[in-house]
């Protein structure tokens, strides 16, 4: 290949053609350059399947910790400035499961296991099952819908805040919170908007989860929150910061992730007629087809981590404190790992994508989200078995972390 | 009596996040890959295997008790 190819690719990452088939964009770099630095984000762009892995699970090479990244940017001379200015920030990041490293994350993890599991999340099923039907009700009397807004955006909203014992008509509050911490967290460098947006769903969501949670632990009740302040590993229990920080972190985190996916998962699925077919004759293929969608259509297209010393792979040096992108969603296209990897095959078996991550950081919300997806899709495919897109083109939030459709029109019968 | 257990850990499913090493870390250990592998199958303390296998994030652990049982030679 010529540097020209290699440079044209680098500063073509959140290009329209980028965000609009990033699959493509990504193929290249996968047969390419693998490990790839990209002079505009400052950044190593890692493609290919097991060099993901890899890194993922090289905890101590590779940190998450995602505070301590920020704080690396502000220079050394403002940083107290900073931390006066955004305590709320500076209090909650060093609880944050995703954006921990040993040994806090661990600590905090192997707690919340003893509550939060896959079997503990199959208690929810029935629940999530009645939330979805009372939802496509109000749905039954419309032909055409925007399926995001309409479906993909209240559900996961509703899960949440039903699971940790919340009103539902709150949703929109708690929306409006996430989305200003999300404009932080997937963010960087020293922009003030950007610490203030932060700060203050950060704040937002501490506020309203505060006093439900400190309810709970004087008077327990039957729940996951009451359960968390009981748990224990090695004799150590989680502090009351830690229980709030993590329950608003699970109103953050719980939903705009399952929005995308349940969404690029029905995209995926209509727009391959055959496959949807398949499901709506036998929904005993739910679950791989679930698997496969967040193959092929996961809403974490990548996931950041920073080395933590000089590493060399692959003959790439890689310094400490470079930036690294793990692009999930390019290993899931790894020919090397999946045979015929752009193909949709809803019965495909083994399956072992990353669309949830992989090592220590494997996604805490993955098997509510796999329940959630499995679920929709199994009352969708019954119910509006001849549901068809009204659209010809798909448009996406031009974002480097996150694969999200703008809308999905459809028509329900 | 030699009790024996089978204890399967699905490397497909497996993604190394270290939980069932930390539950139960002289029944489980790592391999190059960083995926977990049972160091054991007969006589182990099958309650902490079983928690193990419950707190597997991806329920990539199985154990079963096999029926037969058979006397130490």
Redesign the interface.
């Known amino acids: 290949m010529t540097s020209t190819l290699k440079e044209k690719l680098a500063d073509d990452i959140l290009s329209p053609e980028a965000i609009h088939n990033p699959e493509s964009y990504f193929a290249r770099l996968r047969e390419e350059d693998p490990i790839h630095w990209n002079e505009k984000q400052k950044m190593w762009v890692v493609t290919r399947y097991e060099d993901v892995v890899f890194i993922c699970r090289q905890p101590k090479l590779f940190s998450s910790d995602k505070l301590g990244f920020n704080v690396t940017q502000i220079p050394e001379s403002k940083r107290a400035k900073y931390q006066e200015q955004f305590p709320d920030i500076f209090s909650a990041y060093p609880h944050i499961l995703s954006a921990t490293d040993n040994p806090v994350h661990d600590q905090i993890r192997l707690i919340v296991n003893q509550v939060w599991t896959p079997v503990q999340a199959e208690k929810w099923r029935l629940r999530i099952r009645g939330l979805i039907h009372r939802l496509l009700d109000d749905l039954e009397n419309k032909d055409e819908i925007d399926f995001i807004k309409d479906f993909t955006l209240p559900l996961p909203l509703r899960v949440i805040l039903e699971f940790l014992g919340f009103a539902q008509e709150d949703w929109k509050q708690v929306k409006k919170y996430s989305d200003r911490w999300l404009a932080f967290h997937f963010g960087s460098g020293l922009d003030a908007e950007r610490w203030h947006s932060g700060a203050e769903g950060i704040k937002g969501l501490i506020d309203y989860v505060q006093p439900r949670v400190c309810d709970l632990k004087s008077n327990p009740q039957d729940d996951y929150i009451s359960a968390l302040f009981k748990a224990e590993w090695k004799g150590q229990r989680l502090s009351d910061q830690q229980v709030i920080v993590h329950c608003a972190t699970m109103l953050f985190a719980g939903h705009e992730t399952t929005t995308n996916l349940l969404a690029n998962g029905l995209h995926i699925l209509l727009s391959n007629r055959d496959q949807w077919s398949r499901i709506c004759a036998d929904p005993s293929l739910i679950a791989s087809a679930v698997e496969e969608i967040i193959r092929l259509g996961g809403s974490i297209k990548s996931m950041m981590r920073y080395a933590l010393d000089d590493i060399e792979i692959k003959g790439k040096k890689i310094k400490k404190g470079d930036l690294v992108l793990l692009v999930n969603t390019s290993a899931n296209r790894d020919s090397r790992k999946f045979s015929c990897p752009h193909q949709v095959d809803v019965a495909r078996r083994p399956n072992a994508h990353l669309g949830f991550g992989q090592g220590i950081h494997i996604c805490l919300g993955a098997p509510l989200a796999r329940i959630e997806a499995q679920e929709a899709y199994l009352a969708l495919s019954q119910r509006f078995p001849a549901m068809k897109l009204l659209m010809k083109d798909a448009e996406y939030y031009p974002l480097l972390r996150a694969r999200a459709l703008k809308s999905l029109p459809v028509v329900l019968r | 009596m030699v009790r024996e257990f089978r204890i399967k850990v699905d490397h ?2 497996c ?5 069932c090493t ?2 139960a870390p002289t029944k489980f250990q790592l391999n190059a ?2 995926q977990a592998v049972p160091t054991t199958s007969q006589n182990c303390n099958l309650k902490l295997i079983q928690t193990a296998a ?6 990539a652990i199985e154990v079963e008790t096999l029926d037969e049982t058979k006397r130490e030679s």
């Open positions: 497909n499913k993604v190394g996040s270290r939980i930390a539950v890959e960083g419950e707190a597997c994030p991806v329920g």
